[in-house]
């Protein structure tokens, strides 16, 4: 399996401000035949489903505000907030999709207000 | 947009075999990839497995031995079983659809919390 790791566990940021999560996996998960990075970040809420954010590690999906912004490649990816809002409040999960055998997560970053 | 729902008994005994079924609203099950994924309380995400219209399907591994899926596009269902199941298989269960680029998850259903216990 790709292992995915993500860092930090949780942050506390003020509104307004930019909250960056890292997430690192064990293997490249880029294609050169492609020139594209499998890599997902989710955005999932209390008692709500993840709802995707980014793919192909920069990529907005569709109603995706501009303050999300994904970047990295290979091994080493961020999710950026540039300016956070009280609706960001969530954990965040980045998801490889590389591996057609099993797609595997981060274990989540937990985003609050300080 | 399409719209998923689970649904399945929200119990199920020890060594018994976990159902669920999603039904696809909005949409078809032709030409997608459907997904299962799970996440115990608290925790973080698993990815179960995933089935093509035409009933392909690959698993993730650790599951494998116990995790069967199919797909009714008659019926724009699609469903899964987990055999042998103990208290470790207690999670929200999620069925998923791919985005039409193979890139990620984008449309998901509510999730349906299966507890397993006696």
């Known amino acids: 399996d790709i292992v995915m790791t993500q860092s930090p566990d949780s942050l506390a940021v003020s509104l307004g401000e930019r909250a960056t999560i890292n997430c690192k996996s064990s293997q490249s998960i880029s294609y050169s035949s492609n020139n594209k990075d499998y890599l997902a970040w989710y955005q999932q809420k209390p008692g709500q489903p993840p709802k995707l954010l980014i793919y192909w590690a920069s990529t907005r999906a569709s109603g995706v505000p501009d303050r999300f912004s994904g970047s990295g490649s290979g091994t080493d990816f961020t999710l950026t907030i540039s300016s956070l809002q009280a609706e960001d409040v969530a954990v965040y999960y980045c998801q490889q999709y590389y591996s057609t055998l099993s797609a595997t997560f981060g274990q989540g970053t937990k985003v609050e207000i300080k | 947009q399409v719209q998923l729902q689970e649904s399945g008994p929200g119990l199920v005994k020890p060594s018994e075999t976990l159902s669920l079924t999603c039904t696809v609203s909005g949409g078809s099950t032709s030409s997608y990839y459907w997904n299962w994924i799970r996440q115990p309380a608290g925790k973080g995400l698993e990815w179960i497995g995933r089935i093509y219209t035409d009933g392909r399907t690959t698993y993730n591994p650790s599951l494998k031995s116990r995790v069967t899926m199919s797909v009714d596009t008659s019926k724009n269902q699609f469903s899964l079983k987990v055999t042998s199941v103990t208290a470790a298989d207690t999670a929200i269960y999620y069925c998923?659809?791919?985005?039409?680029?193979?890139?990620?998850?984008?449309?998901w259903g509510q999730g349906t919390l299966v507890t397993v216990s006696s």
């Open positions: 998923a659809r791919d985005h039409p680029e193979g890139a990620g998850w984008e449309d």
